[in-house]
């Protein structure tokens, strides 16, 4: 299994990312894949996830970005999303996406996550 993220940069704030994650070797669909992020000095952050298009392919968000970020799946080019809209300073992270590569299954907590993309650096400054 093997995720990779790309689509970060530097932005101003209240500028739009756009972050892709792609897979090699399976189809996202059927996963449930979240995104993460870690600031420097701070813990990994647990962002947004999509359940698997077989559960309700229900999204979640943090709190802290909630109404700013969204989480979506791209089944043709078996993609996932993360677009972020209206960026600010705080974003500022190596972003991550990640499954915990069991079939079927709803976003699952954390520690459950054991596949990994690369990291890819959001920067949000004026």
């Known amino acids: 299994v093997q995720l990779q993220a790309s689509g970060g940069g530097l932005v101003q704030p209240g500028g739009s990312l756009r972050f892709s994650c792609a897979a090699s070797g399976f189809t996202l669909d059927y996963y449930a894949i979240g995104w993460f992020r870690q600031a420097p000095g701070k813990e990994r952050e647990g962002v947004s996830c999509?359940?698997?298009?077989?559960?309700?392919?229900?999204?979640y968000v943090v709190d802290s970005v909630k109404g700013r970020f969204s989480v979506s799946r791209d089944n043709a080019n078996n993609m996932v999303y993360l677009q972020m809209n209206s960026l600010k300073p705080e974003d500022t992270a190596v972003y991550y996406c990640?499954?915990?590569?069991?079939?079927?299954?709803?976003?699952?907590?954390?520690?459950?996550?054991?596949?990994w993309g690369q990291g890819t650096q959001v920067t949000v400054s004026s």
């Open positions: 990640a499954t915990d590569g069991h079939v079927g299954t709803s976003c699952p907590p954390q520690y459950d996550y054991v596949y």
């Open positions: 999509i359940s698997s298009s077989s559960t309700d392919g229900s999204t």
